[in-house]
């Protein structure tokens, strides 16, 4: 077999994709190609083609997540599923987070409190948080901790009442029970529970209307 191309995948320059005559494509660290000598018109066997491959998955995966991490922070579970998308065997990408969170450049509590707190100044509720925390692999336990810890309880009544005190400062149905209904819904898309959206829309949005 020949290769007939070696270039670099995109603006990640330390992988590059090396293609066959017959248009077989695969991608290797760019380490590993000058290793071996891969180049535009090299000769390789079959086996050496698999061998450098396999060789070479968890290096090509420790930079995977790296690209990925520098993108933004990730937990370790999302870090893992999103290697495991990009086709790497579990165990390799096992292996890497492993590694990662070895040396604290993954660490699921970190992330959680960053992430907690990011939400948090964009008006979210316990709900809506605690359904992201889940859906980026963070552990039920930890989640419920950090909301805890990050927002105490009695302080999401205050921040569900500063945001319907904003809304309500805002254009909105002239028709009173509409202007409830949509106060409400503010609410709960925000991810807050429905007592206390309904508690506050009557004390927040009906003492407007005396």
Do not use: F
Request: with cysteine; proline share 4%; net charge positive.
């Amino acid at each position: 077999m020949r290769i007939a191309k070696v270039r670099p995948k995109g603006r990640l320059r330390e992988i590059v994709v090396a293609e066959l005559e017959d248009g077989t494509r695969a991608e290797l660290s760019a380490e590993a190609a000058a290793r071996h000598g891969w180049a535009t018109g090299t000769e390789v066997t079959p086996a050496q083609w698999e061998t450098a491959l396999r060789e070479d998955e968890p290096r090509r995966c420790r930079i995977a997540a790296w690209s990925l991490l520098n993108h933004r922070p990730r937990s370790a579970g999302e870090l893992r599923a999103a290697l495991v998308r990009k086709r790497y065997r579990p165990e390799t990408a096992d292996a890497v987070v492993a590694d990662l969170r070895a040396k604290n450049h993954v660490e699921d509590a970190a992330y959680a409190r960053l992430l907690v707190r990011e939400r948090l100044r964009k008006g979210d509720g316990p709900r809506a948080i605690r359904d992201l925390l889940r859906r980026r692999g963070i552990a039920e336990e930890l989640a419920a901790g950090t909301l805890e810890s990050e927002n105490p309880e009695g302080a999401w009544e205050d921040a569900a009442r500063a945001l319907l005190e904003k809304w309500n400062r805002r254009t909105k149905p002239d028709d009173p029970r509409k202007r409830r209904l949509a106060a409400a819904q503010h609410l709960l898309r925000k991810g807050y529970e429905a007592d206390l959206a309904w508690r506050l829309v009557e004390e927040v949005v009906g003492r407007g209307e005396e």
